[in-house]
């Protein structure tokens, strides 16, 4: 594995916020903003050196992540006027469909996809909220997402990507954690190299966000999801090893994973969770939940975002579910300590996960 993740080094070229490992006759390219690495989203695209086709993963938080992709790939198809084949978007979250409104501007033919009607209700919700906040520009709030975002309903037929011996594959991860409805997309080769597009689904020395406001509009009563979700990361991992497979992971925020890192990076994604969830089980202050995820794990996030009020509206399960009597972001931690509901997921330990890897 070691010598699978110095090639791996080998294949990427970096320039500025960009990434691109070519294998295969493919082109797989990154397209990060640098500003802040740890939150800023990623964004693909795929393109075969063969028939000169391509396709994006994700559109970016902002225009300047447009301008960046719409550039690279046209170098790369050689051409300003061949669309891109379609768009996969991972889920409903701005930072990952900011780009769509240049993207359909341009390309109008191309076929923009999400996983589930509720993915595109979901991004539909967030679009509304950054228009109403004047967070994103008029051409981006111009555009009828309703008629411009399509259910993924056969991914066999719908994503169709010109480039010989590539199968294209999508797991849909209809959890309501980091993402209420999200797909991930995989690409797996002749050479039996394979690709996983994460999305936020597992996120790689980067943030780990816990939100399905928009189905309420209000804190859920239930962590149940959180330990769907560690489920499905834990699952991730079986997944990759499968077939003798040679895997790259490409989250949507963070950096390029070969399986090895990724399991450890999946470990811990679930540590943040069940972390987050004793936090919150006993404290009514999200200002101090956050700090604390910060000082104990550096990489949870971006220590700004808290001053944000990002937590207000990504706390999974708040005291108030354990009769601790929230008023008012008091008390910081609760007299009793509440130990959260049993969780096969996220009680179990690694070397238990691998061993349910091994007997899947």
């Known amino acids: 594995m070691l010598i699978l993740s110095i090639i791996l080094l080998l294949l990427i070229s970096f320039a500025g916020g960009t990434g691109t490992i070519t294998l295969d006759s493919l082109l797989i390219t990154q397209v990060q903003d640098t500003s802040a690495p740890k939150e800023n989203s990623n964004a693909y695209i795929v ?14 938080s902002s225009n300047d992540i447009s301008h960046q992709l719409i550039s690279i790939y046209q170098q790369q198809v050689q051409s300003t006027s061949k669309p891109p084949q379609f768009v996969f978007i991972t889920h409903g979250h701005p930072d990952h469909i900011g780009s769509i409104a240049l993207i359909q501007q341009l390309y109008p033919s191309t076929p923009i996809y999400l996983i589930s009607q509720q993915a595109i209700k979901e991004a539909i919700q967030w679009i509304d909220l950054y228009c109403r906040n004047n967070i994103y520009s008029t051409a981006q709030c111009a555009v009828d997402y309703t008629k411009v975002l399509r259910t993924l309903t056969s991914p066999r037929t719908q994503l169709i990507f010109d480039h010989p011996s590539v199968r294209l594959n999508t797991i849909s991860n209809v959890i309501k954690g980091e993402s209420s409805y999200a797909g991930l997309l995989s690409l797996t080769t002749s050479s039996n190299n394979y690709f996983l597009f994460t999305g936020d689904s597992i996120t790689i020395r980067s943030h780990m966000f816990i939100s399905n406001f928009f189905d309420t509009e209000k804190l859920p009563s239930s962590d149940d999801a959180l330990c769907a979700w560690a489920g499905s990361m834990q699952e991730s991992v079986c997944t990759v090893k499968l077939g003798g497979r040679k895997p790259i992971i490409l989250p949507g925020h963070g950096t390029i994973s070969t399986d090895s890192s990724y399991a450890k990076d999946v470990v811990m994604n679930i540590t943040w969770l069940r972390l987050v969830r004793r936090l919150t089980f006993n404290s009514c202050n999200a200002t101090f939940i956050w700090a604390e995820m910060v000082r104990q794990y550096p990489d949870f996030a971006e220590a700004s975002i808290g001053a944000k009020g990002a937590l207000n509206t990504h706390v999974p399960a708040d005291a108030n579910s354990v009769n601790c009597n929230c008023v008012n972001g008091l008390p910081t931690i609760c007299p009793v300590y509440h130990e959260p509901p049993s969780c096969l997921h996220l009680d179990r330990s690694d070397s238990q996960t691998t061993l349910a ?4």
């Open 357 to 360: 890897c091994d007997m899947q």
């Open 47 to 60: 393109t075969s050196m063969i028939s000169r086709q391509g396709f994006f993963v994700d559109a970016g």
